[in-house]
Each structure stands twice: as C-alpha cells, then as structure tokens.
C-alpha cells in the first residue's frame, strides 16, 4: 500500500518498519492477554463484576501514563509543554475523543436495528482504509485551499485503490469466517462475545436504514480519526500559539470551524515577517506535535472522565481489592494496558511519519495477521473463505507494491 506523495512522510523503511513490528507485537500481547481475562475471570469460581470497567480504566490509563512516562524520560517533557493551556485548545481534543467514541458506539447501536448483524457491522469496519484515503485527500485540499500552504495534497493513482479493496475485502473474509461455537480462543482478534450478546438481545428491529446509517457513520468516524490526528501532528504548538496571537489581537471569529482550523491549520509566514520568524516556524513546521503529545491530550479526557464515574459508581476499591488478592489479575492488566498503549503509541508514529491511509492498511493486515495466529496456536479447521481471503490479501499487497514502482 503506497502512502501519499508528501517528501515529509518519505521515511525511509528502514524507520518505519520497527513501528510496524511493534505495533503488531504489541496487539498480539494485548489481545491474549485480554482473551485470558475473559476467559478466566468472567466465570467461575470468580465471577468478577466490575471486569469491563477495570480492563477500559487500565487500557485509558496507560494510553496517557506510557506516553508521559516516556516524554519525561526520553523527550525532556514535551508532553507538558505541549498540552492545552486554554479550553480553545483543549476543545480540539475533546472533538477528537467525540470521534473516536463515536467510531465504536455508533457501530454497537447499529446492531440493535433491523437487518444489520455482527458480520455486516465487521464488513464495514473492515473497510475503512478506502474511506481514511478519501477523506485524507478531501481535507487536505480544503486546507490548501484555506490557505495553509505547509500542506500538500494527497494523491493516490488506481494502484492504491485497487490495493486498498483488495485488502479490505480479504481482511473482511476472514473476520467473517464462521467459527466453531465451543472455540472461545477465536475471539482473539475481537472482542466479539460483548457485540454478538448484544446483537440477541437488544435487536429491536428498528428501521433497517437507520443502522446501515449508524454503520456508515462509524466508518467515516474511524477515517476522521487518523487524518484529524496527522493534521494535529503536522501543525503542533504553531496552530495553538497563533490562536493565542488571534484571541490577543481581538481578531476571533465565533464559527467553531473557523477554530478548529485555526488548531488544525497553520498558515505560512506573511512576506513581511523578519528572517528569524520564517526559521522559526519551519523548524515548527518540521518537529510538530510528538505522537506521545496527541495521545495524552487525547486519551486524558477520556481517562479522567473514565476515572471519575469509577469512583462515583463505587467500583474502585472492589477492583482495587481485588487486584491485590490476586496478583494474576493485576499482571494481565499489566499486560493489556501496557500492550494497547504501545501499539496505539506505534500507530500513532506510524500516521505522523508515512501518513493515515499506510497506518490503517498496517492496521487491517494486523487483524488478518491475528486471525493467522490464531488457527496457528489454536488449530482449527482451514475453510475455502480463508484460502480467498488470504489470495486477496496477498493479491493486494503485490498490486500495492507494483504501484508504488510505477511511480
């Protein structure tokens, strides 16, 4: 899969592939050690209560603590200098945390309507990746056309494209591969019981349009998502200090996407700005926000709130408690959030260094990567889906591939 044409995402493969490989490393940790939480705790003789709240708590918490640990040990503490000061700034990650959760409960509430199952919900999920490159090439021009010439429009050719079906269309068969009902260690690459259970009970057959709606709105959400977090990266602290500069000069305008874009977009020095300040903001420009930056000021919205409905719904101290009766529970708590918040923090690099439509499609052959392993450490009977699932898949990395030696 070729990403756009932009020289400042042109790192070499050698840079990337690390991020890559952690990325895949890290979820496969992730998922096990989540499955074995479910598995063990959810039953008896346990029977743990507050299981979904202390494993969401864990995967919040250390997607804000891992990157802040690791800014103040390995980046000076850029992390704090980069997080919002004034509720402009911070309004533009509590959007961006509305999309993300809107990526995953508009698809769950579509389940709950006429006509849409849990195959239908992972064969839209599955094909993401096209939508993040529209969406990608549509908000790029709109910012080229606002002005913001630091910004330079994506474009993908056919290659790219027929790449991207092929690749969404594999990953989507085997997702939807039929599995056997006493074979929980299928449920490695999703967290599918919570979903199906869901789907049997709360279907009320409502207008069977509103929830191909709800699947479509999940869709763009999670192609929101990537391109949003590529702008915030590219513009870094310069978005947020000339909206400072914009509020002291009096020059505000109400309309929130003029705001948003004064966060996301950053226009180019005036020619009559001195030598020194062009330098300065080309060298802005060029570091940007850090991936450890974006996801503490992302996920710390959703960790705080997360935290405080925790302690109100009294439910920490028996997780607490728990926890310290049994040390195998915490570990693979342990586990899960410092598996999910590596990943997150790998995927994140890999959008601010190669661009979104190459970090979803590194995200879509991961899910087909699990499933592999999956029937490798679990073996399980090979159906004619996976065998054309796994031709298309192959299929669209070679024709990724031939596009990218055509250029």
Same mark, same amino acid.
């Given at each position: 899969?070729? /990403?756009?044409?932009?020289?400042?995402?042109?790192?070499?493969?050698?840079?990337?592939?690390?991020?890559?490989?952690?990325?895949?490393?890290?979820?496969?940790?992730?998922?096990?050690?989540?499955?074995?939480?479910?598995?063990?705790?959810?039953?008896?003789?346990?029977?743990?209560?507050?299981?979904?709240?202390?494993?969401?708590?864990?995967?919040?918490?250390?997607?804000?603590? $891992?990157?802040?640990?690791?800014?103040?040990?390995?980046?000076?503490?850029?992390?704090?200098?980069?997080?919002?000061?004034?509720?402009?700034?911070?309004?533009?990650?509590?959007?961006?945390?509305? !999309?993300?959760?809107?990526?995953?409960?508009?698809?769950?509430?579509?389940?709950?309507?006429?006509?849409?199952?849990?195959?239908?919900?992972?064969?839209?999920?599955?094909?993401?990746?096209?939508?993040?490159?529209?969406?990608?090439?549509?908000?790029? #021009?709109?910012?080229?056309?606002?002005?913001?010439?630091?910004?330079?429009?994506?474009?993908?050719?056919?290659?790219?494209?027929?790449?991207?079906?092929?690749?969404?269309?594999?990953?989507?068969?085997?997702?939807? /591969?039929?599995?056997?009902?006493?074979?929980?260690?299928?449920?490695?690459?999703?967290?599918?019981?919570?979903?199906?259970?869901?789907?049997?009970?709360?279907?009320?057959?409502?207008?069977?349009?509103?929830?191909?709606?709800?699947?479509?709105?999940? !869709?763009?959400?999670?192609?929101? !998502?990537?391109?949003?977090?590529?702008?915030?990266?590219?513009?870094?602290?310069?978005?947020?200090?000339?909206?400072?500069?914009?509020?002291?000069?009096?020059?505000?305008?109400?309309?929130?996407?003029?705001?948003?874009?004064?966060?996301?977009?950053?226009?180019?020095?005036?020619?009559?700005?001195?030598?020194?300040?062009?330098?300065?903001?080309?060298?802005?420009?060029?570091? *940007?926000?850090?991936?450890?930056?974006?996801?503490?000021?992302?996920?710390?919205?959703?960790?705080?709130?997360?935290?405080?409905?925790?302690?109100?719904?009294?439910?920490?101290?028996?997780?607490?408690?728990?926890?310290?009766?049994?040390?195998?529970?915490?570990?693979?708590?342990?586990?899960?959030?410092?598996?999910?918040?590596?990943? !997150?923090?790998?995927?994140?690099?890999?959008?601010?260094?190669?661009?979104?439509?190459?970090?979803?499609?590194?995200?879509? $052959?991961?899910?087909?990567?699990?499933?592999?392993?999956?029937?490798?450490?679990?073996?399980?009977?090979?159906?004619?889906?996976?065998?054309?699932?796994?031709?298309?898949?192959? #299929?669209?990395?070679?024709? *990724?591939?031939?596009?990218?030696?055509?250029?």
């Amino acid at each position: 899969m070729a /990403s756009s044409n932009v020289p400042s995402k042109g790192s070499p493969a050698t840079s990337t592939l690390p991020f890559v490989l952690l990325f895949f490393i890290s979820m496969v940790f992730h998922e096990l050690a989540l499955e074995s939480i479910n598995v063990v705790y959810s039953q008896p003789p346990y029977s743990f209560q507050y299981l979904t709240s202390s494993i969401t708590l864990f995967q919040f918490g250390f997607c804000v603590i $891992l990157p802040a640990t690791l800014s103040m040990t390995c980046a000076g503490g850029d992390v704090i200098s980069n997080f919002p000061r004034e509720w402009k700034q911070f309004f533009v990650y509590v959007k961006l945390s509305a !999309v993300v959760y809107g990526a995953t409960a508009l698809a769950t509430m579509s389940l709950a309507y006429s006509g849409v199952t849990y195959v239908t919900k992972v064969v839209f999920k599955s094909a993401k990746l096209i939508p993040t490159m529209i969406v990608g090439v549509i908000m790029d #021009a709109r910012a080229i056309k606002a002005g913001n010439k630091n910004v330079k429009r994506k474009h993908y050719s056919v290659w790219d494209y027929g790449s991207a079906l092929l690749l969404c269309v594999g990953a989507a068969g085997f997702c939807m /591969s039929p599995k056997s009902d006493d074979d929980t260690s299928s449920n490695i690459m999703e967290d599918t019981k919570s979903d199906e259970m869901m789907e049997s009970v709360t279907n009320t057959q409502g207008p069977h349009w509103i929830g191909m709606s709800l699947l479509i709105g999940s !869709v763009f959400c999670d192609a929101f !998502v990537p391109n949003l977090s590529e702008q915030l990266m590219q513009q870094g602290t310069m978005g947020r200090t000339k909206a400072i500069n914009r509020k002291d000069s009096g020059d505000e305008d109400d309309d929130e996407e003029v705001e948003m874009k004064s966060l996301l977009s950053s226009n180019n020095a005036d020619t009559n700005n001195s030598h020194y300040e062009h330098s300065q903001s080309q060298t802005q420009k060029k570091e *940007g926000l850090s991936s450890a930056s974006l996801m503490v000021n992302t996920n710390s919205i959703g960790f705080m709130l997360l935290f405080l409905s925790t302690v109100i719904s009294s439910q920490l101290v028996p997780i607490v408690t728990f926890m310290a009766m049994h040390p195998h529970f915490l570990m693979l708590h342990l586990v899960v959030g410092c598996g999910l918040g590596t990943a !997150v923090l790998a995927y994140t690099e890999l959008i601010k260094r190669s661009g979104p439509a190459f970090a979803v499609a590194v995200a879509t $052959l991961r899910k087909v990567a699990t499933v592999i392993l999956s029937y490798m450490i679990f073996p399980k009977a090979m159906t004619m889906t996976h065998f054309a699932s796994s031709c298309l898949v192959l #299929a669209g990395i070679v024709v *990724g591939f031939i596009g990218k030696r055509r250029r």
